[in-house]
C-alpha cells in the first residue's frame, strides 16, 4: 500500500484480556514507531525498531506491553492483561533509513478501548 | 528526562487574525519537526528545522528554531478554516532514536 496500515481501526476489550495491533509500514521503510496518544495529549514514544530489533523500547510503560518486528516490516504490538488505563489510540509511525530525523509517516491508529 | 513543552494548548482566532504556538524543550535537540493533526485524523509532517537559528516558511506558515536549539515556534499570518487542527513539534534526539511530542496546540478559527 501507499501509506502505513495499522489493523484493527477499533478494538474494543474487557480488562484482563489480551490484545495485539498490527502495523504494515511503508514499503522500504526500515524504522519503524509505536506511538500511544491520549485524548487531548501528544503522541507518547513507546518502542523504536530499526530493522528487525528493537533499537529503543524505554517508552513501554510496563512488562505488560511487548512489541515486535520479526522480519523488519508488519510490527505488532501486544498489550497482556489489558487495564482501562490502557485505553487511547495507538499510532504507528515509519521513517526512511538514513534519513537522519526524517520525517515520521503515521497510519490512522488503532483506538482501543478497554471496558 | 526528556520533555516538550509546548503553550498555548488552546487558541481561538478569527479567520485574517495570526497564530503563534511555541515549543521549549528541557535539552538541547538535534532536530525539530513540526506536524498538524486535522480532528479525528493522524499526525503529518509539515517541516523540519535542522540548523540552529533557522527560519523556513510555507506559504503563510513560519518556522523558526531557536539559537539554542532548545525551542521552536510556528507563526500562521492571516488564518483561514482550512488551519484548523491541532499542531504538534517534536523533538529530536541526537541518536535519532525519540521524537518527543510536545502536548500540542488546538487551533480553532471562525470564519
Known amino acids: 500500500g501507499a501509506g502505513v496500515s495499522q489493523t484493527p481501526s477499533n478494538k474494543v476489550t474487557e480488562k484482563g484480556k489480551y490484545v495485539e495491533l498490527r502495523c504494515d509500514p511503508i514499503?522500504?521503510?526500515?524504522?519503524l514507531y509505536w506511538y500511544r496518544q491520549s485524548l487531548g495529549q501528544g503522541p507518547e514514544f513507546l518502542i523504536y525498531?530499526?530493522?528487525?530489533?528493537?533499537?529503543?523500547d524505554s517508552g513501554l510503560p510496563n512488562d505488560r506491553f511487548f512489541a515486535v518486528r520479526p522480519e523488519g516490516s508488519v510490527s505488532t504490538l501486544k498489550i497482556q492483561r489489558t487495564e482501562r488505563g490502557d485505553s487511547a489510540v495507538y499510532l504507528c509511525?515509519?521513517?526512511?533509513?538514513?534519513?537522519?530525523?526524517?520525517?515520521?509517516?503515521f497510519g490512522e491508529g488503532s483506538r482501543l478501548t478497554v471496558l | 528526562g526528556q520533555q516538550v513543552m509546548q503553550i498555548p494548548q488552546y487558541q481561538h482566532v478569527q479567520e485574517g487574525e495570526d497564530f503563534t504556538t511555541y515549543c521549549n524543550s528541557s535539552?538541547?535537540?538535534?532536530?525539530i519537526q513540526w506536524y498538524k493533526q486535522r480532528p479525528g485524523g493522524h499526525p503529518v509532517f509539515l517541516i523540519q528545522?535542522?540548523?540552529?537559528?533557522e527560519v523556513k516558511k510555507q506559504k503563510r506558515l513560519t518556522f523558526q528554531f531557536g539559537e539554542a536549539k532548545k525551542n521552536s515556534s510556528l507563526h500562521i499570518t492571516a488564518t483561514q478554516t482550512t488551519d484548523v487542527g491541532t499542531y504538534f513539534c517534536?523533538?529530536?534526539?541526537?541518536?535519532?532514536?525519540?521524537?518527543?511530542f510536545g502536548s500540542g496546540t488546538k487551533l480553532n478559527v471562525k470564519p
Open positions: 535539552t538541547t535537540l538535534s532536530n
Open positions: 528545522l535542522v540548523k540552529s537559528g
Open positions: 509511525a515509519s521513517s526512511l533509513q538514513g534519513t537522519r530525523g526524517g520525517e515520521l509517516f
Open positions: 517534536a523533538g529530536i534526539t541526537y541518536n535519532f532514536n525519540k521524537f518527543y
Open positions: 525498531f530499526q530493522g528487525t530489533g528493537a533499537a529503543d
Open positions: 514499503s522500504g521503510h526500515t524504522a
